[in-house]
């Protein structure tokens, strides 16, 4: 198994990333680190959650290198983030569809690598967090609504190392 671990860094929205294999700066959420995390709140949760399945743009990005389940994004899917749809909540949605969620294909290269965390998942409970994901970071490493960023090289290097036992721990420190 693979061990991710997340500790913070300088500033409520900067951390470490590390592996057996080394540390990778890293971009939180805009509200830091929580052990109590909410709906919109904007934090990273605090805790140890598995890596369930990794989403790939494949106008984008070729299948990168890993043992993690994978998947190509489509521009059809979303990601349920609304408390009041509760069947879908935190989950995989294709579009259109209705209640609140966010769009997978992204313009901005944000999703073009996407790991599903499993975070509030198993299963969902309305209001306590949904879209938690490791993904790519902005250029201007600029806070994320709550994931986990990372460079692309870096994120690869991670991956290289993924498999369906892999774990991502989140601490203070």
């Known amino acids: 198994m693979t061990l991710l671990t997340v500790r913070a860094a300088a500033g409520a929205s900067r951390g470490i990333l590390a592996t057996d294999t080394g540390e990778w700066p890293c971009a939180l959420g805009r509200g830091g680190l929580t052990d109590a995390k909410r709906e919109g709140d904007g934090a990273t949760p605090i805790g140890r959650f598995p ?8 106008d984008r990005e070729p299948p990168p290198a ?3 389940p994978t998947l190509p994004l489509a521009e059809n899917l979303g990601w349920c983030d609304d408390p009041r ?3 879908d909540y935190n989950r995989l949605v294709r579009l259109p569809f209705a209640p609140g969620h966010e769009r997978m294909w992204r313009d901005d290269g944000l999703y073009d690598l996407v790991v ?3 975070y509030n998942d198993a299963p969902p409970v309305p209001g306590l967090g949904s879209a938690i994901f490791l993904h790519l970071a902005r250029p201007d490493w600029g806070p994320t609504e709550g994931c986990v960023a990372m460079a692309r090289d870096d994120l690869l290097a991670v991956l290289a190392g993924a498999g369906a036992s892999s774990e991502i721990d989140v601490a203070r420190r």
């Open 51 to 58: 890596l369930r399945r990794l989403f790939y743009r494949p």
């Open 116 to 118: 599903e965390l499993g």
């Open 85 to 87: 749809a509760s069947a």
């Open 66 to 68: 890993t043992a993690l």
